[in-house]
């Protein structure tokens, strides 16, 4: 991986094509792992119910607001069958509009729907620590999308 | 000194061009300090409130006086005379029916406090920088998915809007409507005796609209619920971060995100502590790497001891050949099994043939029979 070299006090590198996040993760996280309207306090443990979390957990890794790339694992609109894959787009963080991607992953069954997700965030080197949360978030949505099919 | 980000200004009315690039002026660059900003929130919001005390009276006018010792009684003032239950009653003290409180309150208490003007100015430029940063302004609870770019900046022509309607219309093409429909969403009576005291009814905040000049826009503006409308020669923390929480929405006037490079020229702006917050890029960058030794390859760590004569795997380990060994007395076992079974059911399965096809057997044993004639 290639390392950032620090910067100078106050500089900030940017392009005036690309607009970056004011803050880094780290000090978003900060700002936000106590206090936020995502996060649900349950049985001692802490929950986060942003979009692109898998895990649903308030942790750095799993958060879906703060880092440059986040992986949203959704069910489809009622009556298609599969997973929508929902990826950040690492440009377009100050632009909620543009700032995710949304795949639609229906084919081939469960394992053509795994296997591309597999695919797609092998290929893309996406938060390969988030791989197997969302292989497992898919395949839960998908097994409760069968037993409607199965009736 | 540096570059800055550039921020795109929305057309806030139909058929208007939008583009126009601007630079993000340096409060947005500003420390955000939760910690500051919730101090300087708490005491600014002690500014607004009314005394409220208890009569000074309250509880002493009546002319009481302790019965001393000697009657079987408690040493409280009692109220004298006679001819009412409320001769020989107690009084004065917190602890009677009718008497004062404890600590009566009383107006000259402390209301307002007094709050260091750079602490003040501190933290409204981390509120202001908090209101930039997408994340923080989502965790606050607003809802902003669809909107083109934080921080928000429309035309100056939303300070010429004069109907309500044109208001909404604006909010809706601006993709902030989802937070109005949010506080519309939350609108509901408050728990408690704020009910009796005209607070009955309460509802979130939306967005804040930030202007420079009032053109009819506050009229346009102030029925639709959860909108808040500042200038911004006058921007107020407690409308730029609602109960201490860093990240309202804002939707800023172009000449006012103008006018923010002038009101916090550079100079006035509080110092970094961290020049770059970003501690992952600082853990992994050059000159860490270079002052830190190679990762040490994963160490072994101690290992839970099983017992190999009853788990088969950690046996193998030490004695490969004991699985063969084993393989052998399963194979041996299961062969003295099928030969008992056999030696002991002979019987019946003869009697099961006969019973099945007795024709055939017989038809069988004549052919045989048969045979052995011909012969």
């Known amino acids: 991986r290639k390392s950032r070299p620090l910067s100078s006090p106050g500089e900030r590198i940017s392009k005036a094509s690309e607009i970056q996040v004011m803050a880094s993760a780290d000090l978003q996280w900060e700002l936000i792992k106590r206090n936020s309207c995502f996060l649900v306090k349950r049985g001692r443990k802490a929950f986060s119910t942003e979009a692109g979390n898998l895990k649903c957990r308030n942790s750095f890794n799993s958060n879906g607001l703060i880092h440059r790339r986040t992986v949203g694992i959704e069910a489809p609109t009622a009556g298609k069958s599969g997973v929508v894959l929902v990826l950040r787009n690492q440009r377009q963080a100050n632009r909620p509009a543009r700032s995710h991607s949304q795949v639609p992953l229906q084919r081939r069954g469960p394992r053509g729907v795994l296997g591309s997700i597999k695919k797609i965030l092998r290929q893309r080197r996406y938060r390969r620590d988030l791989e197997l949360a969302a292989l497992r978030r898919a395949s839960a949505i998908m097994r409760g999308q069968r037993k409607i099919g199965g009736k | ?375």
């Open chain 2, 1 to 375: 000194m540096t570059s800055r980000p550039i921020v795109t200004v929305q057309a806030a009315k139909e058929g208007e061009k939008s583009g126009a690039s601007l630079a993000l002026p340096s409060v947005f660059r500003a420390p955000i300090r939760p910690d500051i900003l919730n101090f300087v929130h708490d005491q600014m919001r002690k500014n607004t409130r009314q005394p409220y005390a208890v009569h000074v009276k309250a509880g002493h006018q009546v002319s009481a006086e302790s019965w001393g010792t000697g009657r079987a009684v408690a040493r409280i003032p009692r109220v004298r005379g006679g001819g009412t239950s409320r001769s020989g009653q107690g009084a004065f003290g917190n602890m009677c029916r009718g008497g004062r409180m404890f600590a009566p309150t009383k107006t000259w208490r402390k209301w307002h406090r007094r709050i260091n003007v750079q602490q003040r100015r501190f933290a409204v430029a981390s509120a202001i920088a908090a209101t930039g940063v997408t994340s923080l302004v989502m965790a606050r609870g607003h809802r902003i998915e669809k909107i083109s770019e934080v921080p928000l900046v429309v035309s100056d022509s939303v300070q010429d809007l004069k109907k309500t309607k044109e208001a909404v219309a604006f909010l809706k093409r601006v993709k902030a409507w989802p937070d109005i429909q949010k506080v519309y969403a939350s609108q509901r009576f408050r728990a408690g005796r704020g009910k009796m005291r005209n607070r009955a009814r309460i509802q979130k905040r939306g967005p804040l609209v930030i202007y420079a000049k009032d053109n009819g826009l506050c009229r346009a503006f102030r029925n639709i619920p959860g909108v808040t409308l500042i200038c911004v020669s006058r921007l107020n923390l407690l409308k730029l971060a609602p109960g201490g929480h860093l990240g309202r929405f804002v939707i800023w006037s172009e000449s006012a995100f103008r006018q923010l490079d002038q009101i916090y020229a550079k100079s006035k702006l509080p110092d970094n502590k961290m020049a770059s917050t970003d501690l992952t890029g600082i853990l992994r960058s050059d000159e860490v790497k270079a002052a830190v030794r190679p990762r040490q390859a994963r160490q072994a760590r101690a290992v839970l001891k099983k017992n190999p004569l009853k788990n088969v795997n950690v046996m193998a380990k030490l004695n490969p050949y004991a699985l063969v060994l084993k393989r052998k007395a399963i194979l041996a076992q299961r062969k003295a099994l099928a030969k008992k079974r056999k030696a002991d059911a002979p019987a019946s399965s003869q009697k099961q043939q006969q019973k099945k096809q007795p024709a055939a057997k017989k038809a069988k044993q004549a052919a045989v029979k048969g045979k052995a004639v011909k012969k």
